[in-house]
């Protein structure tokens, strides 16, 4: 499986931003996809993540009520609808996908500036 991610960017407090996670292979194996995010000195840590059979959703408590994650199961892809973004939200964003075994994306970056 691999994964692809698209759009982050520069944007300015109260902006918003929709990144994009594109699977490609053995997308059968895939039965949950998340985002996690990692800011400079910081560990990773889960934004939110989403089963491909239900579509049931989780959040991290700093982005509920900002954050949407959602997916098209017939383009492979999952998205993250991110508004009211703040300067805290400034990391590197990582698309994972679960099955087996864990994919993970190459990362993209979001930098909100104040």
């Known amino acids: 499986v691999q994964l692809v991610e698209s759009g982050g960017g520069l944007v300015q407090a109260g902006g918003s931003l929709r990144l994009s996670c594109a699977a490609s292979g053995s997308t059968f194996r895939i039965n949950a996809m998340g985002w996690y995010r990692q800011a400079p000195g910081k560990q990773r840590e889960v934004v939110a993540g989403i089963t491909i059979g239900g579509g049931s959703t989780n959040y991290a408590d700093s982005v509920k009520g900002r954050f949407t994650i959602s997916r098209d199961n017939a383009k492979n892809t999952m998205y993250l609808q991110m508004n009211n973004l703040k300067p805290e939200d400034t990391a590197v964003y990582y698309c994972?996908?679960?099955?087996?075994?864990?994919?993970w994306g190459q990362g993209t970056q979001v930098t909100v500036s104040s």
């Open positions: 994972h996908a679960r099955g087996v075994l864990s994919y």
